[in-house]
Every structure is written in C-alpha cells, then in structure tokens.
C-alpha cells in the first residue's frame, strides 16, 4: 500500500514539474501579432520600409512575432496616435511628436528652429537626445527609436530674396512652429496638411512652412516658386516610433534584444532615406519651375537672433515643469555644431 502512494505521488510530482517547465516554453513560443499604425499611405517609401522592418523582425524571432502595417491613419487618427499606442489600441505607432501636444513637453526641443541640415543629422541628434536624457514623459511606451524630416524652410508662392520679404505674408504653419513666422513678421495660418496644397492654389495663404520633402511627398512644389535657404530658421518634424508597453514586455528577453538590433538598423536607414527623399523632391520642385534662394551667412545670423526668444520661451515653458530645457536646448545646439 505504502509502496503504490509512493509510485503515485512520484507519477503525481514528474507531471507537476513538466506542468512547470512547459509554462515559460509555451509562453516563448506563442505567437505575438503586431498592429503597426503610420501616418503616412501605402506606397510612401517609409510605409515600405517600416514593412521590411516588420519582416525582419518576424525572420530573427523565427516566426514568433508577425506585423501588420496599418497605412494613411487607418487604424488611429494621428491626434490620437500615442494615446492609443498607451492603450493597446495600437502595438507600434510612426507619428509626429507634435500630434501629441503638451503631452512630451522636454523633447519639444526637437521641433526648436536649431538650425538643422538635412535629415541624416536630425535623426542622429533626436536618438542622442533621448538616449541622453531618458525623458519620463515617454515611461507609458517603448520607444523604438526618434528620427525626423528636416531641413524646415518657408516657400512661397511668389519670388522672394530675404527674410525681409516674408513680411506680412499670410504662411501655413503648425501650431508648434507658428512663432518662427511671427518672428520673421509674417502672419501664421494653421490649417490640417491635406489642405495646404488646395490652400496655395486658391491663394488662401501665401506660402508654408514645411519640410523640403513635403515638395515631392504633398506636391506643394506644384504651387509655390521660391524655397528660401535660411538655415536661420531650420526646424525638424521629430517623430517617433513606439511600441505598447504591455506587447513589448510579452515578448521573451531574446526577441527584445534582437528588436533592439534590428532598430538601431532602421534608424541609420530611415536618417538616410530622409536625405534621398529631400534630394528628389528638390529635384522635381526644380522640374516644376521652382526657385531655391540661399541667403547669405550675415542674413542666416540675424535669422538666428530673430529665432532665440522661441528658444528662451521652450526652456521657460520646460523649467516650469521642473524639466531641464536648458540642458536640453545646450546639448542639441553643440551636438548639431559638432555633427554638421
């Protein structure tokens, strides 16, 4: 008797501790779905390379991890992007930082008229910036990594020489860039990006400002016929890529360092498509008659002047918040001085 409660309890015990060890197996082995939301449509070239990245991640996780690209906002309106990211209504969000105002107020920094290049710079300066200061107000995500389209530069529909002559234009701007074109004493229109092109044509406004990729990627080189080169005023669009926390904490540790990999791959890709993007719509903006004007380094300086009290109102604003905007600002103005 005692003899059969031993086998029993032996039996009992063996299938317990495979109960055990199969749990963790299982759980490494389940297949984890991605929803990925981008701004922009399907054929953009960064929808398609946000879709290699998907592949690659599902070829290194072996098959465990399998994306589904989500185009043109379909599966979120950009205004609601991060908080359906925070959600789980989304498992990985490509948007613009400035749909998400007042809600990452430190990395405001990034959309600041710092003088920016091109977008291979921009985007290595926005991952230092974040690596360098960790900001908390991305604790309720996983960043994957930041980049942005830059340089930022005012078009117009008429032919224009200086700063001086945007004076009194009426220029399509975005909330978060609007005082660049009260600086340079033209008038501000906010208006959705859909209906800038329409808006330019009619002669609603008379110009924007807007990254030079937008010349190609929203055809405003159709409608406008001067690009003015003032690097004076030169802004990034910062965005980011982020995955829910929850999604990202359910896959195994292996899979995460090997994402983390792959991100520090696409971020170097996506800093050099910017520089091709901008270099073909520059190319079709000239096709289409338009005009680049660079100004001269003595205008670009008294630029800079003109665009400081936006800087002093961004640390203001993040010192009130008890966050270092002046740290901050310092670091991008010497990381873009020593990375031109």
């Known amino acids: 008797m005692k003899k059969r409660f031993m086998v029993k309890a032996f039996v009992f015990l063996m299938a317990l501790g495979f109960l055990f060890v199969s749990i963790p197996l299982y759980a490494q082995d389940k297949e984890i779905k991605l929803r990925y939301s981008v701004i922009w449509p399907p054929m953009h070239p960064i929808t398609k390379l946000m879709v290699e990245w998907g592949k690659d991640v599902e070829k290194v996780s072996q098959g465990r991890i399998k994306t589904t690209m989500f185009a043109s906002n379909t599966l979120s309106p950009p205004m609601q992007a991060y908080d359906a990211t925070v959600k789980g209504v989304v498992d990985v969000a490509g948007n613009l930082l400035a749909y998400s105002p007042g809600r990452l107020p430190l990395s405001e920094v990034l959309q600041q008229p710092l003088g920016y290049r091109n977008g291979y710079q921009a985007s290595k300066l926005a991952n230092a910036y974040y690596k360098k200061f960790k900001p908390k107000e991305f604790d309720d995500v996983k960043v994957m990594y930041l980049h942005g389209a830059a340089p930022g530069f005012i078009m117009t529909k008429k032919p224009i020489k200086t700063a001086a002559d945007i004076k009194g234009l009426r220029i399509k701007a975005n909330a978060e860039n609007a005082d660049i074109v009260k600086n340079l004493g033209g008038a501000p229109v906010t208006m959705p990006v859909s209906e800038t092109y329409d808006?330019?044509?009619?002669?609603?406004?008379?110009?924007?400002?807007?990254?030079?990729?937008?010349?190609?990627?929203?055809?405003?080189?159709?409608?406008?016929?001067?690009?003015?080169?003032?690097?004076?005023?030169?802004?990034?669009?910062?965005?980011?890529?982020?995955?829910?926390?929850?999604?990202?904490?359910?896959?195994?540790?292996?899979?995460?360092?090997?994402?983390?990999?792959?991100?520090?791959?696409?971020?170097?890709?996506?800093?050099?498509?910017?520089?091709?993007?901008?270099?073909?719509?520059?190319?079709?903006?000239?096709?289409?008659?338009?005009?680049?004007?660079?100004?001269?380094?003595?205008?670009?300086?008294?630029?800079?002047?003109?665009?400081?009290?936006?800087?002093?109102?961004?640390?203001?604003?993040?010192?009130?918040?008890?966050?270092?905007?002046?740290?901050?600002?310092?670091?991008?103005?010497?990381?873009?001085?020593?990375?031109?």
Request: glycine residues 6%.
């Open 199 to 340: 808006a330019l044509s009619r002669g609603v406004v008379d110009g924007t400002l807007f990254p030079v990729e937008a010349l190609q990627g929203f055809k405003i080189g159709e409608v406008v016929k001067t690009v003015l080169e003032d690097y004076g005023v030169s802004y990034m669009t910062s965005m980011y890529v982020a995955m829910n926390k929850d999604k990202w904490n359910s896959i195994s540790p292996e899979d995460q360092k090997a994402i983390e990999k792959i991100n520090e791959e696409y971020n170097e890709k996506l800093a050099k498509l910017w520089v091709e993007l901008d270099n073909k719509a520059k190319e079709f903006a000239i096709s289409k008659g338009v005009t680049f004007v660079t100004v001269s380094e003595k205008e670009q300086a008294a630029t800079v002047e003109k665009m400081k009290p936006i800087w002093e109102a961004y640390v203001n604003m993040a010192k009130s918040k008890g966050l270092p905007g002046d740290e901050a600002l310092k670091f991008c103005l010497d990381y873009l001085k020593n990375n031109p």
